[in-house]
């Protein structure tokens, strides 16, 4: 049929299209110097075991594995980005995980994406890149391998 020919050419050409915005997209957030400073950061934290990258329309929170505690909290605005929208929030998660091919490791972490809330009730996508327990559970076993047991 003509017609059904004539549309997956049109859907061909625009995902086509769509394709090369987000690759010029990608490539503007990777150039500014939001992304630069985060990548910096991102980077110096190379000698931590990382359980969780979580990234939100207001910054990155990075998280370690043992011992538990927040290893950066890096602000948007802070940072010189007041811009607070889901296409932003999806570009820097895609971002990560390709500078840092850990995060794309199915045995070694996981990526969800979630809601949180607007203080306006508006709900805003977020996306997490956390450490799975399995090999979490290989990490604390090679670090700490004197583990003390009571029977």
């Known amino acids: 049929c003509m017609g059904c020919v004539l549309s997956a050419a ?11 915005e987000e690759a010029e997209r990608l490539r503007l957030l990777r150039q500014s110097p939001l992304y630069a400073e985060l990548y910096r950061k991102l980077t110096a934290l190379s000698r931590f075991d ?21 290893l950066l909290t890096f602000s948007f605005k802070q940072n010189g980005n007041s811009k607070r929208n889901d296409t932003m929030t999806r570009l820097f998660a895609e971002l ?21 809330l607007r203080q306006n009730g508006r709900p805003e996508e977020a996306y997490a890149f956390t450490m799975r327990r ?17 029977y």
């Not at 049109?10 to 090369?20: E, F, K, P, S, T």
């Not at 990382?50 to 927040?70: H, K, L, M, N, W």
């Open 50 to 70: 990382i359980d969780q990258v979580r990234i939100e329309a207001t910054g990155v929170t990075v998280t370690s594995v043992c011992p538990a505690y927040t």
């Open 96 to 116: 990560i995980a390709y500078d840092f091919p850990l995060f794309t490791r199915r045995g070694a972490y996981k990526l969800t994406r979630y809601h949180t």
């Open 134 to 150: 399995g090999y979490k559970d290989f990490l604390l076993a090679e670090r700490c391998p004197a583990q003390l047991r009571i």
């Open 10 to 20: 049109i859907m061909l050409l625009y995902g086509g299209v769509a394709a090369r």
